[in-house]
């Protein structure tokens, strides 16, 4: 995992309209850049709605989910519950994984490869400010209110 003070790997990823976005485009900008497992599921949904809910509080910041769902899906679990942020596929799991947000997961006794909730506050220098491994859904938002707050 990719802790504060390290350089946040450039990515170029699809967006749920199908719109190529990097996070390079928003350079100058803090951008949180946070992996979810599976868009439209209870923990994804309480974590997406809680940023969605905070945006008018973050001035500039950007908010980019990242999951392995298709941009359909993605498009779907947007206008459900319009987020109003981009939600990137990283169907090969690539971006993730140079995040160090992929790994062995369990759940009912089974081990998988999946992708760990984490979330990453990039500073606008493009190195991470805040670095939230294992986060819960629910403390996303809060934290990142925090951060920015100093």
Do not use: N
């Not at 439209?40 to 001035?59: K, S």
């Not at 979330?119 to 209110?145: F, N, Q």
């Amino acid at each position: 995992m990719l802790t504060p003070g390290d350089k946040a790997p450039d990515f170029s990823l699809v967006d749920q309209d199908g719109s190529t976005v990097a996070l390079s485009d928003f350079a100058g900008r803090k951008v949180l850049v946070y992996f979810y497992p599976k868009a439209d599921t209870p923990g994804c949904t309480t974590q997406a709605c809680g940023l969605r809910d905070v945006l008018g509080d973050i001035g500039d910041t950007a908010v980019l989910g990242i999951s392995p769902d298709k941009p359909a899906k993605q498009k779907r679990f947007d206008q459900k519950y319009g987020l109003g942020f981009p939600l990137l596929s990283d169907e090969d799991h690539a971006v993730a994984e140079a995040y160090g947000s992929w790994g062995e997961r369990s759940m009912y006794g089974r081990r998988y490869m999946g992708i760990i909730r984490s979330a990453y506050l990039v500073g606008e220098d493009g190195l991470v400010v805040e670095a939230w491994p294992k986060i819960s859904p629910k403390d996303t938002p809060t934290k990142l209110l925090a951060a920015l707050a100093g």
